[in-house]
């Protein structure tokens, strides 16, 4: 692997496939009452957080606690285009605490590409503006392989504001590079200009996408896009993209339902969707823990070796 | 320092070796007592290069550049005269700023200052500024333009190339829908997308132009376009010139010479207005400037603090230096391709600029009693370009790392040396 992972473009077909059988043996931990191996002790882990993201944040930081990193949180909101301290002040800063891995995440697309300009350690990009959010795409990955057995020719629609989607444009490369097709559905305001050199199909119409789709992945609206212009109104948005039971019913028999969270009930997906068994919502989560723990160990340098011995 | 010289073996426009002689100022034909001897055997002599588009920051930022040091980068860069923007703090939209600015530049003497006056007051595209003053100022201004900002109010647009026509004046447009370019980052396209960072797309640019050749053509006014940067742009300024119509273009150096591929690094050395944009684009604008319809080679050196550049992307400072690199990227893209020779780099740095600025004595082929306003180059060998080395105040080049063709050897500004010897003189 790569020194640092700031896109999923980053990660080889044997890498992709190493962090989520790393993330799977990571995961049986989760079962144990014991959580914690010592593979990364005396390594320091920060999470630098210039927005706020509670939920990925967390992931992160249990994923450090439970491999023993210690873990610096340092939220920075507010404070790089803002013209407070600049991202390479930050960067100087942590660099001088000794950050092994920088975890961040940033409203700017290519922030984390800059940081590791900066640092010695590794960068770990936690999603930077409309760009890439790969752990993410990693996790979504290892939660389709669970479920459904395999990722090779599974048909994934993912659904909404690709525009400004980071978790699109990580798991559109993401799912290429492991063999998925990717067909994004949305209107063609919420596609960007260029979208035909990506590695999936588009098309603008849900109903026809959804009956040969193994996997349904559904991107959050943002609030500010609602008031952009780039559809007349949220109604005929949840109308036209919104998945709701009488589409859920339209799904082949197996097929599961996604979302980064956090969801737009009733906008994007209906509640009684997000809280059926096709549901994949709450085992991302958790799933989240893993696949960053997997990606931390193996930027360290951790043996898997050492690991299993550790842990036995 | 003597101002008579004897420059042998000099290849004026790149033909045949000659010795050119200069006193007083201007360019005679026989040896005058007392001249300096300069070996200029294989170097190629070009009329002093016209820049209708520098940005020198002063007054107001002089923190990224002054009169001072960006005139000596002109120089350096074979420049005798550059159009200084308008887009100071404060706004040169008075008499009172472009007489200062002008004045900067006389008591600098590195090349001659045209100060570019502001279309409308502060660049806020609401009112016209007083062009007419601007004009009779002793700065003489007849270049104005709002650069930075698009004139993007048609009536606006309408009323400011009727009223320059009093005066022969042109309005310099900076080509921008700004609807169309609300927090846009970088060309629109398949890089933009890949990248996640919001689109320019080209449409926002040829938008104003087609629109703005039309009112020129309407009111018989005068229209020159900034660094056009489209394929489809230079399809337009071709149609509206064969239609006969007032309208001239530029293209920036790096516009000849870089794509968006480069902003893949996320490295705001690379961030400017208007973007790179992609290959079938520099092709286009190549081939436009090849054949004639991009009249003019203009830098928009516009010079940025380090703490500018160094940020993340979205942050920083649009703009990329450019006036010492000028030359050697035209060498490369448009020489060494075989796409212009000598003279017609003559004409596009030099004698078409000279003529859109309406300045009588710049831009003149090297004949005897031209004024002595020249560059002399060593097209053969090749520099390594050093931000470290540079003589502007800032070190925003896209360039730095490369190795370039042609050398600027001396500049002479009214036969007297600026630069000798490839430094400052």
Known sequence: ?312 | MSNKWILRGVRPLGGEATTLYVDNGVLVDEDPVGAQEFDAHGLIALPGLVDLHTHLREPGREDAETVETGTLAAALGGFTAVHAMANTEPVADVAGVVEQVWRLGQDAGHCDVHPVGAVTVGLKGEQLAELGAMAESAARVRVFSDDGKCVHDAMLMRRALEYLRAFDGVIAQHAQDPRLTDGAQMNEGIESARLGLAGWPAVAEEAIIARDCLLAAHVGGRVHFCHVSTAGSVELVRWAKSKGWNVTAEVTPHHLFLTDEVVASYDPVFKVNPPLRTAEDVAALRAGLADGTIDAVATDHAPHPLEDKETEWAAAAFGMTGLETALSVVAAAMVETGLLDWAGVADRMSIRPAQIGRLGSQGQLLTPGAPANLVLVDADSTWLVEPAHSASRSRNTPFAGRTLPARIVATFLRGRATVLDGKPA
């Open chain 1, 1 to 312: 692997m790569n020194r640092h992972l700031l896109s999923a473009a980053d990660l080889s077909r044997d890498d992709a496939l190493l962090v989520l059988d790393t993330a799977e043996e990571l995961a049986r931990l989760a079962d144990r009452p014991i959580k914690k191996l010592p593979t990364l002790r005396g390594r320091t882990v920060v999470n630098l957080f210039f927005e706020d993201s509670t939920r990925t944040r967390t992931s992160f930081e249990v994923a450090a606690k439970r491999l023993s990193a210690d873990v610096i949180n340092f939220s920075a909101k507010g404070s790089s285009v803002s013209k407070g301290e600049s991202l390479k002040d930050t960067a100087l800063t942590l660099e001088a605490m000794g950050a092994d891995a920088v975890v961040v995440r940033h409203g700017a697309s290519g922030a984390p590409h800059r940081l590791a300009n900066w640092i010695h350690g590794s960068v770990v990009n936690a999603g930077d503006g409309t760009h890439e959010h790969p752990t993410q795409a990693l996790l979504d990955a290892f939660t389709m392989r669970q479920r459904l057995g395999r990722l090779e020719g599974l048909q994934v629609a993912v659904v909404g504001d690709v525009l400004h989607s980071r978790v699109a444009r990580s798991n559109v490369l993401l799912l290429h590079t492991l063999g998925a097709d990717v067909t994004l559905v949305a209107p063609p305001t919420l596609l960007p200009v260029g979208v035909e050199a990506w590695p999936c199909a588009v098309s603008f119409d849900l109903d026809g996408v959804l009956p040969k789709s193994d996997v349904v992945m559904m991107l959050r609206v943002q609030r500010e896009r609602m008031h952009g212009g780039f559809f007349p109104t949220t109604r005929e948005y949840s109308r036209r993209y919104g998945l709701d039971a009488r589409r859920m019913a339209a799904l082949p028999e197996d097929a599961i339902v996604m979302h980064p969270g956090p969801m737009n009930r009733g906008v994007e997906i209906a509640a009684e969707v997000a809280d059926s068994v096709r549901s994949t919502i709450v085992e991302q989560v958790a799933n989240g823990v893993s696949v960053r723990m997997a990606v931390l160990y193996l930027l360290l340098g951790g043996q898997l070796a050492d690991t299993a011995e550790a842990a036995a």
